[in-house]
């Protein structure tokens, strides 16, 4: 059956990646809209990046939303030094055409789920958590209408990769995070554990260029760009593929498996904020609110990825 999802991000060249395989695999995935936040780049930059990717796609039909431009209660953390001024450094793309919708990012997730059946639709984030974390603190109403959260954030045996002990996601927006992960909804965590292995390696990408597509050589661009910056910091054979685990889950989620636990979000203490506290072990009593994945079949989701993109 096909899934009903908004997307909601801060492109971002894996963001852009994860949006173009949701776009390239209509049967499995029915994208509704697309909600913009604050995250990598800022708020107006990720609007416009979110517009670039529809259009790379040939879809100048979706709707793209902007949402919150800042945190809940904290100032903006971006990462251009790993993404570019622009988000979207890596290939040349032009400016889009399409327009950026008028209503609130915020508003229109609030209203599709109003308008849908309980248990529906499927958010999938890929950046801080505020837009989502906005709209369920306006409208408790609709967390039954969510059929599951699938986002990518946090980190548990990785650690951290913004600070030592959070990842970049969870650690700009914590106070939104912590809203979500106690909302009720059914949640599938993307951590670090998984992405990093997820790497983009040369024979991985020469894959993605040897689509000889517009799409397929954006794409390897895009990685060629940011995969500077993560082999310098981790050593590792190619750069982690991070927010396309979450839309790659919805096409084939058996290339990922993990522990249904209890993940909570440390949003008092400076030195460790923006940790996912994730009790991996079971060693607390705590009801388990999310499904936290461990492993990839790193192989079989670039393999996906190369066969969607292909179509596009
Ligand atoms: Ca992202």
Redesign the pocket.
């Given at each position: 059956m096909t899934r009903r999802i908004i997307i909601d991000?801060?492109?971002?060249q894996?963001?852009a990646i994860a949006i173009l395989l949701a776009l390239a695999s209509p049967d499995e995935i029915d994208v509704l809209g697309i909600t913009a936040v604050a995250?990598?780049v800022p708020l107006e930059l990720t609007a416009k990046n979110a517009r670039i990717i529809c259009e790379l796609a040939g879809r100048d039909d979706i709707k793209v939303y902007a949402g919150c431009d800042k945190p809940l209660g904290r100032a903006l953390v971006t990462a251009e030094h790993v993404h570019g001024q622009t988000g979207l450094n890596g290939p040349r793309l032009p400016d889009p055409k399409m327009p950026l919708q008028d209503q609130h990012g915020v508003d229109y997730i609030i209203d599709t789920l109003r308008d849908a059946e309980p248990g529906t639709i499927t958010l999938c984030p890929?950046?801080p958590l505020t837009n989502i974390a906005a709209a369920f603190t306006r409208a408790p109403d609709i967390v039954e209408k969510v059929r599951e959260i699938v986002l990518?954030g946090g980190a548990y045996f990785e650690v951290g990769n913004i600070t030592p002990t959070a990842e970049f996601?969870i650690y700009v927006d914590p106070q939104a995070a912590d809203i979500v992960f106690r909302a009720g909804a059914p949640i599938v965590v993307m951590p670090l554990d998984v992405t990093h292995k997820a790497l983009v390696t040369p024979e991985r990408n020469a894959a993605f260029r040897s689509l000889g597509t517009k799409v397929g050589t954006a794409v390897a661009n895009m990685t060629d760009f940011f995969e500077r910056f993560d082999k310098e910091k981790y050593g590792s054979e190619g750069a982690p593929l991070?927010?396309p685990c979450v839309t790659a889950y919805l096409i084939r989620p058996e290339l990922f498996s993990g522990r249904h636990i209890n993940v909570e979000i440390e949003t008092t203490s400076e030195l460790t904020m923006g940790m996912t506290v994730a009790d991996w072990w079971g060693v607390t009593d705590r009801p388990r609110n999310a499904m936290f994945m461990g492993r990839i079949d790193a192989q079989g989701y670039f393999d996906l990825l190369t066969e969607r993109l292909a179509r596009l």
């Open positions: 991000t801060d492109p971002g894996d963001d995250g990598n890929l950046g990518m996601n991070h927010d």
